[in-house]
């Protein structure tokens, strides 16, 4: 690209991203509030929150989880939740528990068979349902798991919620870390503090013992220090981490001493010490 190129470029993302500086919303009963996002889908955004999630409470925080992805809300069914929040005066909502967690998502409010077909509207009205409507009990650490991708339902939520920190989840190949840098400028427009990039899938170790690096080798690693973010850890394939998300038994809550459940101890002692 040349100079002129890369000036009319960014004259044109000035020009259409967000200048306005807007009054973020806390959520009641909520101390720190971290999200989990991922610049495209399919890298295992959701998969790692819940996880982290888990591993936070491990380690004797309260915490509770909230599945913000209106295009595909999956905590529901990787948590093993069938039923419906309650309500004990027909406005609030009471955050189902599970796992010693207090979970709350889209998924709730909808069958599985019901596409999510959102607009503006609808995403400023399902946030000011977050944040005022659901009953949070006294919560260390609300994980947010994001809309993937970089576009109005992420921008909302970062605008109008008051979000201590973000985690990007990506993978080691090319096409995903372009979408990283994306999801990292959009977060610094948003003023939301970017604690981290997680690298998931990074490899994957055969019956030999050799390990493969399938999506490539990196990837996250290296965008992380172009940008001079913390690389919070990189997280290999495992089939049991996909096999338990499937069964509503998280990984880490079934395979405490695993290697893999080690990881997100490091990555979640790393997080507690950079957001408090």
Same mark, same amino acid.
């Given at each position: 690209?040349?100079?002129? &190129?890369?000036n009319?470029?960014?004259?044109?993302?000035?020009q259409?991203?967000?200048?306005?500086?807007?009054?973020? #919303? =806390?959520?009641?009963?909520? /101390?720190?509030?971290?999200?989990?996002?991922?610049?495209?889908?399919?890298?295992?955004?959701?998969?790692?929150?819940? #996880?982290?999630?888990?591993?936070?409470?491990?380690?004797?925080?309260?915490?509770?989880?909230?599945?913000?992805?209106?295009?595909?809300?999956?905590?529901?069914?990787?948590?093993?939740?069938? &039923? =419906?929040?309650?309500s004990?005066?027909?406005?609030? !909502?009471?955050?189902? =528990?599970?796992?010693?967690?207090?979970?709350?998502?889209?998924?709730?409010?909808?069958?599985?068979?019901?596409?999510?077909?959102?607009?503006?509207?609808?995403?400023?009205?399902?946030? /000011?349902?977050?944040?005022?409507?659901?009953?949070?009990?006294?919560?260390?650490? !609300?994980?947010?798991?994001?809309?993937?991708?970089t576009?109005?339902?992420?921008?909302?939520?970062?605008?109008?919620?008051?979000?201590?920190?973000?985690?990007?989840?990506?993978?080691?190949?090319d096409?995903?870390?372009?979408?990283?840098?994306?999801?990292?400028?959009?977060?610094?427009?948003?003023n939301? =503090?970017?604690? $981290?990039?997680?690298?998931?899938?990074?490899?994957?170790?055969?019956?030999? $013992?050799?390990?493969?690096?399938?999506?490539?080798?990196?990837?996250?690693?290296?965008?992380?220090?172009k940008?001079?973010? &913390?690389?919070?850890?990189?997280?290999?394939?495992?089939?049991? !981490?996909?096999? #338990?998300?499937? &069964? $509503?038994?998280?990984?880490?809550?079934?395979?405490?001493?695993?290697?893999v459940?080690?990881?997100?101890?490091?990555?979640?002692?790393?997080?507690?010490?950079?957001?408090?």
């Amino acid at each position: 690209m040349t100079e002129k &190129e890369a000036n009319l470029s960014k004259n044109f993302i000035d020009q259409i991203s967000p200048k306005t500086q807007f009054k973020k #919303n =806390k959520i009641n009963g909520v /101390k720190k509030i971290i999200a989990v996002s991922s610049g495209k889908g399919g890298v295992g955004k959701s998969t790692i929150a819940i #996880n982290l999630a888990i591993t936070l409470k491990n380690l004797k925080y309260n915490v509770g989880i909230l599945d913000a992805d209106i295009y595909g809300p999956s905590i529901p069914k990787m948590i093993g939740i069938s &039923e =419906k929040p309650k309500s004990e005066d027909g406005v609030n !909502l009471i955050p189902i =528990k599970k796992f010693d967690i207090q979970c709350m998502s889209i998924g709730f409010m909808v069958s599985e068979e019901t596409p999510m077909i959102w607009r503006g509207p609808m995403v400023a009205s399902t946030i /000011k349902t977050f944040t005022n409507k659901v009953l949070w009990n006294n919560i260390d650490f !609300l994980i947010i798991d994001m809309p993937p991708g970089t576009g109005d339902a992420l921008l909302t939520f970062s605008q109008e919620i008051d979000i201590d920190g973000a985690v990007i989840v990506t993978t080691p190949q090319d096409i995903a870390i372009i979408d990283v840098k994306r999801g990292i400028e959009m977060f610094k427009r948003t003023n939301v =503090k970017i604690l $981290g990039i997680i690298e998931n899938m990074t490899s994957f170790t055969s019956d030999d $013992g050799v390990e493969h690096f399938i999506f490539g080798k990196d990837g996250g690693k290296n965008i992380a220090s172009k940008f001079n973010i &913390e690389l919070l850890g990189q997280i290999p394939i495992n089939i049991n !981490l996909r096999k #338990n998300s499937d &069964e $509503g038994s998280p990984f880490v809550d079934q395979f405490k001493d695993h290697k893999v459940s080690k990881l997100f101890l490091e990555i979640a002692n790393k997080i507690t010490k950079i957001i408090k």
